[in-house]
């Protein structure tokens, strides 16, 4: 079956560079989410789009944006690059239209900054 | 505040030993409760969930689960703990498609 898919899987960037990191949900899946990951940390909530609609707000930084496009597919996109940036970013996907709030994750994008 | 708590930071179990993983969660309703288990540097793998219905569920690898509403729990258990089981566990909660996770813990199996 198919999965999410995240792209690139690793990434590094320089202080004060840009990323954008790519989540394609799995098909017909309407909802997509964004998490960060520390190291050593739980995942926490960033942000959240349902039918290309932003749906919610974690603590995304204002640094970051993110939208979801008419292919359903997502893009983070990170300016002005921190060391405190670097993590794993995971983004899932669900079906809200069939009333399943299972999320389904990606394998993730390590970010590293240097 | 809405919280999920995830009491034991580190757990070690002997192969064979049976395990059980502790969750809290503290909302208003009743949200939907999920477990998650990570391997080093991977992705977030769904053992089992509880939307509604029996609140024993059993999930995959041998995991199951046991809501307790009067106790706000949510413990994750296996009869009988493999060498590959050992990663880290994440305890979730959702109300709508608002997910916060757990701290997390992690499992060590001893030969």
């Known amino acids: 079956a198919a999965g999410v898919i995240q792209s690139p899987r690793h990434l590094i960037k320089e202080k004060r560079e840009t990323a954008t990191l790519k989540c394609y949900p799995i098909?017909?899946?309407?909802?997509v989410y964004w998490y960060q990951q520390g190291p050593g940390q739980d995942p926490q909530f960033l942000i959240s789009?349902?039918?290309?609609?932003?749906?919610d707000k974690g603590s995304i930084p204002d640094r970051f944006s993110a939208q979801q496009f008419s292919d359903y597919h997502s893009e983070l996109n990170m300016s002005s690059l921190e060391l405190g940036d670097s993590a794993l970013y995971f983004c899932a996907s669900s079906r809200l239209a069939g009333g399943s709030y299972e999320q389904y994750f990606g394998p993730g994008t390590r970010l590293t900054v240097t | 505040a809405q919280s999920v708590t995830q009491p034991d930071i580190h757990i070690t179990v002997s192969e064979g030993a049976s395990l059980e993983l502790r969750c809290n969660y503290s909302y208003g309703a009743t949200p939907y409760l999920f477990w998650y288990v990570q391997s080093p540097g991977q992705g977030l793998q769904l053992l089992l969930k509880?939307?509604?219905?029996?609140?024993l569920v059993q999930g995959i690898k041998g995991f199951e689960a046991e809501f307790k509403r009067s106790q706000s729990s949510f413990n994750l258990r296996k009869p009988s703990v493999h060498w590959s089981d050992a990663a880290e566990y994440f305890c979730a909660v959702g109300i709508g498609n608002d997910m916060r996770f757990g701290a997390g813990t992690r499992l060590t199996v001893k030969p």
């Open positions: 789009f349902y039918e290309k609609m932003q749906s």
């Open positions: 098909p017909r899946h309407d909802t």
């Open positions: 509880y939307f509604s219905g029996d609140t």
